[in-house]
Each structure stands twice: as structure tokens, then as C-alpha cells.
T-cell receptor, first 109, second 113 residues
Framework: GQSLEQPSEVTAVEGAIVQINCTYQ??????LSWYQQHDGGAPTFLSY????GLEETGRFSSFLSRSDSYGYLLRQELQMKDSASYFC??????????FGAGTTVTVRA | ETGVTQSPTHLIKTRGQQVTLRCSSQ?????VSWYQQALGQGPQFIFQ???????GRGNFPPRFSGLQFPNYSSELNVNALELDDSALYLC????????????FGPGTRLLVL
């Protein structure tokens, strides 16, 4: 089966940088995805890493180390609208997407 | 391009009843996955349908079943409802099985009393 660990809560101020770590244990690993979910909303796709290294898209980056079973999502220049839950999710070779419990990010003025 | 839609948005049922939830996939997508999200938790994979066939299932009992239709819309059926089935049910569509990018609908919030 799959298990994922990520911090339950992170608080940061506007304009700061926040990093959300994710460690996983899985069989048949394909890649690591990140999703954002605002209260009462649908999860929305942010990024996907299949290979080791850093992927950058605008204000955020995502990193993967397959040998360490570890990844992170980095958000820069935080804005109030970035307050949300962030989920890492492992895609495995049985077509299953397994989510972590989520990290609630609170951005303070 | 039409996004993923789900119906109904909210539903209240009693223990032992049966429920059917519906999902219309994004145009051009042939794969639908269903998830259960309890309060404060991440979505839990129920199953996935690709071209009308179930091709992956999570740790959910057989009373959770589904269908996918030729237009790739889908249904989730839950029989013999239990209190613990109260959750947000999300469907997500994608193009192809095993896609890393899934597009989620707004969900159906089910309350079992």
C-alpha cells in the first residue's frame, strides 16, 4: 500500500516563502503530484514530478528525490489567496492516486 | 471547454438507504476516478473507470460500485449506507488511465443520519 506524511499546519506571513515537505512509502511509484484545495472547493492540480529535481512554475516550485522518497512544494511571495490545504499525492503503477492528509497553510498579513 | 460537474451538490440519507451520485467528465476525457474525502482528511481513492471498465480499486467494500457510460459520464452507487459514509464525494476526470493530472468536480456532500 501507500502512506504519505506531510505536516498538518503551516503559518506564514504575506510575502514570505513556505515549504511543505512530503515523505512517502509506496510500491510501484510513478510520480508525485501536488494539489491545492480551498475550503469547500475542489482540489486543483498544481504540479507533478516523475524525475528527480526541481520543477518551477511561476510562484511555486516542486522537488522530488526518488532515492529519499521525499518531495516538497515551495510557494514564494505568499499572498492571502494562497491560504488553503495542500496535498501531496503519489501516482502508482496501478493507476491509483493516493493522497496525504493535507497541510493547511494560513497566510497572515 | 466544459469542466467536471457533479450532482447533487448535497444529499441527506438515513442508515441502510442507497444513494447514486453522478459525474460528467470534462470534454475529451475518457477516465473518471471517484474519491471519498472525510472532514480534515485527504481524498481516498475509491475506484477508476476507463472506457467503461473498472481498472483500479481502493480499499472500499463491494457496496461501493460504479458505472461509466459511453459518453464517459459516471455514477457512484453506495448501498446499505453507514454513518461513516458521511463525506464529500469527489469525481475527477482525466485523459487516459494513470494520468498525473486529474480535474476534480466540486463534489457531493453526503450526510448519513
Amino acid at each position: 500500500g501507500q502512506s504519505l506524511e506531510q505536516p498538518s499546519e503551516v503559518t506564514a506571513v504575506e510575502g514570505a516563502i513556505v515549504q511543505i515537505n512530503c515523505t512517502y512509502q509506496t510500491s510501484g511509484f510513478y510520480g508525485l503530484s501536488w494539489y491545492q484545495q480551498h475550503d469547500g472547493g475542489a482540489p486543483t492540480f498544481l504540479s507533478y514530478n516523475a524525475l528527480d529535481g526541481l520543477e518551477e512554475t511561476g510562484r511555486f516550485s516542486s522537488f522530488l528525490s526518488r532515492s529519499d522518497s521525499y518531495g516538497y512544494l515551495l510557494r514564494q511571495e505568499l499572498q492571502m489567496k494562497d491560504s488553503a490545504s495542500y496535498f501531496c499525492a503519489v501516482l502508482s503503477n496501478d493507476y491509483k492516486l493516493s493522497f496525504g492528509a493535507g497541510t493547511t497553510v494560513t497566510v497572515r498579513a | 471547454e466544459t469542466g467536471v460537474t457533479q450532482s447533487p451538490t448535497h444529499l441527506i440519507k438515513t442508515r441502510g438507504q442507497q444513494v447514486t451520485l453522478r459525474c460528467s467528465s470534462q470534454s475529451g476525457h475518457n477516465t473518471v476516478s471517484w474519491y471519498q474525502q472525510a472532514l480534515g482528511q485527504g481524498p481516498q481513492f475509491i475506484f477508476q473507470y476507463y472506457r467503461e471498465e473498472e481498472n483500479g480499486r481502493g480499499n472500499f467494500p463491494p457496496r461501493f460500485s460504479g458505472l461509466q457510460f459511453p459518453n464517459y459520464s459516471s455514477e457512484l452507487n453506495v448501498n446499505a449506507l453507514e454513518l461513516d459514509d458521511s463525506a464529500l464525494y469527489l469525481c475527477a476526470s482525466s485523459h487516459g488511465q494513470g494520468s498525473e493530472t486529474q480535474y476534480f468536480g466540486p463534489g457531493t456532500r453526503l450526510l448519513v443520519l
